[in-house]
């Protein structure tokens, strides 16, 4: 159970800077650094809080980013629902980043599974605080009284005491020693669909996303960075940036030169009138063939070892037919909608932020390091994030504004264009993929191995700290649910220059595109339909057996297509997550076009069904954009593309039918599986394996823009 504590009045003020009495119930999701605390027996500080004003308003601290999964609604929901409130006078509050909240880092599709539990206990405690005080009043016991919907009701009499009326009460009572959660019978608001409670402000206008934030005294900077991975600048010449009206000053930061002006325009007017010589250091020689050719050469050494089970090598010496294949897969940038910014203002003893970041505790350490102050001297706002992805994670943007603010010694908006965001990114690794498979004389499935060549994100932002496998470089391929009876997964490191980044679904996005396509590769050597022929290989009792089931049977797999189309199958596990997608397919002038996309998931339960499905299409979007187009191409050390010309996402022309079917099982045995990523791994094979059925070629290298498809 998580820790629960009772703060007072006073303490609350002190904590949030809001005022008003009444209920707060601090509650603390685990973490690292609340295990420490508890260790050395100091006081415990909740990570998140509820709180219930003597007018019955209910207010809910998020310590989760929003970046459109819809956390600011699930999360209330499941502490609203075990409450009772009355989820009309339910307000959501963005948290302030401080350790007492645990972690906060939004990513890895873990937000709603690893604060379900923790939030219903909060959730429950209010409420048996409640109806304690409501028994007090009365007099009466405990069993004779029921929350429902913003207060307390004794059952015999009728009589009722708002949440409000009992608010300064239950203040006064104990917590709970034993927290009783709801019976998921019970549940009024988790499983149904709600719709989100940001829209609205989204839709008016009146959301705050990281470049919306105004204040009076603030003032804009454009940074300009080398365009050369690790580059830094030699000389450069701001006369001519500062003899532009509304620039202010030009200060050089570890990141570039910065122009700050009173305004965006004129930033961005004054670092184009910048002359800066640049020393582009070593990168300058990096470019895609040469990382290509590089990857290729890596193969022909040994791996280390993700998974070895019988004996791969002798079971394909002896196989009657044999498969090869190479996969390929690119690096791809995030290209969020909102390119990345922070402000930030910089005063004797302080600093304030505010930035749409999804790692707030990491920006707000590293700022605090930078600045020599101790963290909590760091006030950290989190707004809205204009798309993540993984991308703002990394904390570079935020510390990049708080040297360009300390430098200026004004408070200072870094506002980066599209091209800057494009061009210095964290990219998703590129990756080489060498597949062998083995088939009997009754085509079934007797042996595979698969040689997974691609740069460790880890061992390049903690060098050396991969030994061998880097376990989530093999998401994706070493947990494959298939049962081969001989399956060997190598993995092998390959360093670069670029950096590198979590993309959504991570190394998943392109594991998925080598395996599954692969399988598809072995069904039709087999002669078999890909569908039974994964159902044979996952057996009934694998819980991706009745996922790809019911992909199928929803898509209407094996009935006809008008001409010209045909119908792909792909499935991935990975977050906790099963996913099957059946992609329905056309070849329109020499270019795949993607009609319908049937989707099959299983993340055990579901608290908000309509976010769920919407995860899915975000993810089938994003996946699309990756699919057909996406590719990130290095020259001269400098990434090629820049904008959305050269980088396109997919326009809403394009978009598929996306039906999404959820299979759920009860509350009591199954699990919470994440839904961030999930959904976008199975799509790349479902359209390739699609793609196959229509041309017979084999799509074996991503993107598919120039493939002819």
């Given at each position: 159970?998580?820790?629960?504590?009772k703060?007072?009045?006073?303490?609350?003020?002190?904590?949030?800077?809001?005022?008003?009495?009444?209920?707060?119930?601090?509650f603390?999701?685990?973490?690292p650094?609340?295990?420490?605390?508890?260790?050395?027996?100091?006081?415990?500080?909740?990570?998140?809080?509820?709180s219930?004003?003597?007018?019955?308003?209910?207010?809910i601290?998020v310590?989760?980013?929003?970046?459109?999964q819809?956390?600011l609604?699930?999360?209330?929901?499941?502490?609203?629902?075990?409450?009772?409130?009355?989820?009309?006078?339910?307000?959501i509050?963005?948290?302030?980043?401080?350790?007492k909240?645990?972690?906060?880092?939004?990513?890895?599709?873990?937000?709603?599974?690893?604060s379900f539990?923790?939030?219903?206990?909060?959730?429950?405690?209010?409420?048996?605080?409640?109806?304690?005080?409501?028994?007090?009043?009365?007099?009466?016991?405990?069993?004779?009284?029921?929350?429902?919907?913003?207060?307390?009701?004794?059952?015999?009499?009728?009589?009722?005491?708002?949440?409000?009326?009992?608010?300064?009460?239950?203040?006064?009572?104990?917590?709970?020693?034993?927290?009783?959660?709801?019976?998921?019978?019970?549940?009024?608001?988790?499983?149904?669909?709600?719709?989100?409670?940001?829209?609205?402000?989204?839709?008016?206008?009146?959301?705050?996303?990281?470049?919306?934030?105004?204040?009076?005294?603030?003032?804009?900077?454009?940074?300009?960075?080398?365009?050369?991975?690790?580059?830094?600048?030699?000389?450069f010449?701001?006369?001519?940036?500062?003899?532009?009206?509304?620039?202010?000053?030009?200060?050089?930061?570890?990141?570039?030169?910065?122009?700050?002006?009173?305004?965006?325009?004129?930033?961005?007017?004054?670092?184009?009138?910048?002359?800066?010589?640049?020393?582009?250091?070593p990168?300058?020689?990096?470019?895609?063939?040469?990382?290509?050719?590089?990857?290729?050469?890596?193969?022909k050494?040994?791996?280390?070892?993700?998974?070895?089970?019988?004996?791969?090598?002798?079971?394909?010496?002896?196989?009657?037919k044999?498969?090869?294949?190479?996969?390929?897969?690119?690096?791809?940038?995030?290209?969020?909608?909102?390119?990345?910014?922070?402000?930030?203002?910089?005063?004797?003893?302080?600093?304030?932020?505010?930035?749409?970041?999804?790692?707030?505790?990491w920006?707000?350490?590293?700022?605090?390091?930078?600045?020599?102050?101790?963290?909590?001297?760091?006030?950290?706002?989190?707004?809205l994030?204009?798309?993540g992805?993984?991308?703002?994670?990394?904390?570079?943007?935020?510390?990049?504004?708080?040297?360009?603010?300390?430098?200026?010694?004004?408070?200072?908006?870094?506002?980066?264009s599209?091209?800057?965001?494009?061009?210095?990114?964290?990219?998703?690794?590129?990756?080489?993929?060498?597949?062998?498979?083995?088939?009997?004389?009754?085509?079934?499935?007797?042996a595979?191995?698969?040689?997974?060549?691609?740069?460790?994100?880890?061992?390049?932002?903690?060098?050396?700290?991969?030994k061998?496998?880097?376990?989530a470089?093999?998401?994706?391929?070493?947990?494959?649910?298939?049962?081969?009876?001989?399956?060997?997964?190598?993995?092998?490191?390959?360093?670069?220059?670029?950096?590198?980044?979590?993309?959504?679904?991570?190394?998943?996005?392109?594991?998925?595109?080598?395996?599954?396509?692969?399988?598809?590769?072995?069904?039709?050597?087999?002669?078999?339909?890909?569908?039974?022929?994964?159902?044979?290989?996952?057996?009934?009792?694998?819980?991706?057996?009745?996922?790809?089931?019911?992909?199928?049977?929803?898509?209407?797999?094996?009935?006809?297509?008008?001409?010209?189309?045909?119908?792909?199958?792909?499935c991935?596990?990975?977050?906790g997550?099963?996913?099957?997608?059946?992609?329905?397919?056309?070849?329109?002038?020499?270019?795949?076009?993607?009609?319908?996309?049937?989707?099959?998931?299983?993340?055990?339960?579901?608290?908000?069904?309509?976010?769920?499905?919407?995860?899915v299409?975000?993810?089938?979007?994003?996946?699309?954009?990756?699919?057909?187009?996406?590719?990130?191409?290095?020259e001269?050390?400098?990434?090629?593309?820049?904008?959305?010309?050269?980088?396109?996402?997919?326009?809403?022309?394009?978009?598929?039918?996306?039906?999404?079917?959820?299979?759920?099982?009860?509350?009591?045995?199954?699990?919470?599986?994440?839904?961030?990523?999930?959904?976008?791994?199975?799509?790349?094979?479902?359209v390739?394996?699609?793609?196959?059925?229509?041309?017979?070629?084999?799509?074996?290298?991503?993107?598919?823009?120039?493939?002819?498809?």
């Amino acid at each position: 159970m998580a820790s629960i504590v009772k703060v007072g009045r006073r303490r609350f003020l002190q904590v949030s800077g809001t005022a008003g009495a009444g209920l707060v119930i601090g509650f603390a999701l685990p973490s690292p650094l609340l295990r420490a605390a508890q260790a050395a027996e100091e006081p415990f500080t909740p990570n998140a809080w509820l709180s219930i004003d003597p007018e019955g308003q209910v207010t809910i601290w998020v310590a989760k980013s929003e970046m459109g999964q819809g956390v600011l609604t699930s999360l209330p929901m499941i502490v609203a629902d075990e409450l009772e409130a009355d989820w009309g006078r339910v307000k959501i509050q963005q948290a302030l980043a401080d350790p007492k909240y645990g972690s906060m880092s939004t990513g890895g599709s873990a937000s709603i599974r690893r604060s379900f539990t923790p939030l219903r206990e909060a959730g429950a405690a209010a409420r048996m605080m409640l109806v304690a005080a409501a028994a007090k009043a009365w007099g009466v016991g405990l069993s004779t009284c029921r929350a429902e919907s913003g207060a307390v009701v004794q059952l015999a009499s009728g009589r009722r005491l708002s949440y409000g009326e009992l608010a300064p009460k239950a203040a006064r009572m104990e917590i709970p020693k034993q927290i009783q959660l709801k019976n998921p019978k019970e549940f009024k608001l988790i499983g149904k669909p709600m719709h989100r409670l940001d829209t609205p402000e989204k839709v008016n206008g009146r959301a705050r996303f990281g470049m919306d934030v105004e204040f009076r005294g603030l003032h804009v900077a454009a940074v300009a960075r080398c365009p050369v991975f690790g580059g830094k600048i030699k000389r450069f010449d701001a006369a001519k940036a500062k003899a532009l009206p509304g620039v202010v000053k030009v200060v050089e930061v570890p990141t570039g030169v910065a122009v700050v002006a009173k305004d965006t325009w004129s930033a961005f007017q004054g670092r184009d009138a910048l002359q800066v010589e640049w020393d582009e250091g070593p990168a300058a020689r990096t470019d895609s063939a040469g990382l290509w050719a590089m990857l290729h050469e890596k193969a022909k050494g040994e791996g280390a070892t993700a998974r070895n089970e019988g004996d791969a090598l002798a079971a394909l010496k002896a196989a009657a037919k044999r498969v090869q294949a190479q996969y390929e897969a690119p690096f791809l940038a995030h290209a969020t909608m909102e390119p990345m910014n922070a402000t930030v203002r910089v005063e004797k003893g302080g600093c304030e932020i505010w930035a749409p970041t999804q790692a707030p505790q990491w920006a707000q350490g590293e700022v605090a390091r930078l600045l020599g102050l101790a963290p909590e001297k760091v006030v950290f706002h989190t707004t809205l994030l204009g798309g993540g992805f993984g991308r703002r994670a990394m904390p570079d943007f935020v510390v990049e504004a708080a040297e360009v603010a300390r430098a200026a010694g004004v408070p200072v908006k870094v506002a980066w264009s599209r091209e800057d965001d494009m061009r210095h990114d964290f990219y998703r690794p590129m990756s080489l993929h060498l597949m062998e498979g083995g088939l009997d004389g009754r085509g079934k499935l007797t042996a595979c191995t698969h040689r997974l060549v691609a740069p460790s994100i880890s061992d390049q932002m903690n060098p050396g700290s991969v030994k061998g496998v880097d376990q989530a470089a093999v998401d994706g391929a070493a947990n494959i649910l298939y049962a081969i009876p001989n399956l060997r997964v190598e993995y092998v490191m390959a360093r670069t220059p670029v950096p590198l980044g979590w993309w959504r679904s991570v190394y998943a996005s392109q594991n998925a595109f080598a395996t599954e396509c692969f399988i598809d590769e072995l069904a039709s050597a087999a002669g078999r339909d890909p569908v039974e022929f994964r159902l044979e290989l996952l057996g009934a009792s694998s819980p991706m057996h009745p996922v790809v089931a019911l992909a199928a049977e929803r898509s209407g797999w094996g009935k006809p297509l008008p001409a010209g189309r045909a119908r792909g199958v792909a499935c991935c596990e990975c977050f906790g997550t099963r996913v099957a997608h059946v992609a329905e397919v056309s070849v329109v002038k020499g270019q795949a076009k993607v009609h319908k996309v049937t989707c099959a998931v299983d993340c055990g339960q579901v608290v908000n069904p309509d976010t769920v499905r919407a995860q899915v299409e975000s993810a089938v979007v994003y996946g699309l954009s990756a699919l057909l187009t996406g590719e990130i191409t290095i020259e001269k050390g400098r990434v090629k593309q820049g904008n959305f010309d050269d980088y396109p996402v997919l326009r809403m022309r394009e978009m598929p039918e996306v039906e999404v079917h959820m299979l759920l099982g009860d509350w009591e045995s199954a699990k919470l599986g994440g839904m961030g990523e999930p959904g976008l791994p199975p799509l790349a094979p479902a359209v390739a394996n699609a793609l196959f059925a229509i041309t017979g070629r084999r799509i074996r290298r991503l993107p598919l823009k120039g493939s002819g498809a």
